[in-house]
């Protein structure tokens, strides 16, 4: 495979290398090939693929390799653990770019900028603890404009910024 990253991926790279009794997945490379493609050409991609495919390393791989900025955005905290957890440090070790990541857990542990500054303005003249506390409960649904300009910060200096799914 000619794609950046696609020796590691390929039967004797990286993970072959570094992984015990590894799989060769052809469509894992397919799709990883698809990736590199449309990082190249700075395109939007849809990919599907099913269970057992390797879907993680191949989005992953090509997109390290780009050495671009990249936000993946995960629709589970599980996923987030193992691309914090094992896919990452395996990759860094394998791959010959280094690389550095942030983990931004769970949108309920951040404020949205635009609900706070709303919920702020209709709060104005109660009873400051009432509405502090009215103002905390509803902002922390992270709205897609907030959480697409915290990911876009984390990444100024990042590679890979695992996020969970925003709110509409």
């Known amino acids: 495979m000619?794609?950046?990253?696609?020796?590691?991926?390929a039967p004797g790279g990286g993970l072959a290398r570094a992984i015990p009794h590894y799989e060769d997945r052809t469509e894992q490379r397919v799709m990883s090939a698809a990736v590199a493609r449309a990082l190249a050409d700075e395109r939007a991609l849809i990919v599907e693929a099913g269970t057992g495919t390797g879907k993680t390393l191949a989005y992953l791989v090509p997109a390290l390799a780009s050495g671009k900025r990249v936000v993946v955005s995960t629709g589970t905290r599980a996923?987030?653990?193992?691309?914090?957890?094992?896919?990452?440090?395996?990759?860094?070790?394998?791959?010959?770019?280094?690389?550095?990541?942030?983990?931004?857990?769970?949108?309920?542990?951040?404020a949205c900028r635009r609900k706070l500054a709303e919920l702020g303005a209709r709060n104005t003249g109660r009873a400051s603890a009432t509405a502090s506390?009215?103002?905390?409960?509803?902002?922390?649904?992270?709205?897609?404009?907030?959480?697409?300009?915290?990911?876009?910060r984390a990444v100024r200096s990042s590679v890979v910024a695992p996020t969970m799914p925003a709110t509409s």
Do not use: E, W
């Open 2 to 9: 000619s794609a950046p990253g696609g020796d590691v991926l």
């Open 79 to 110: 996923l987030q653990d193992q691309i914090a957890r094992h896919d990452g440090p395996l990759l860094r070790a394998i791959l010959a770019r280094p690389f550095s990541a942030v983990v931004l857990k769970g949108v309920a542990n951040y």
């Open 133 to 152: 506390s009215a103002t905390a409960n509803s902002a922390t649904a992270v709205c897609r404009r907030c959480l697409s300009a915290l990911a876009m």
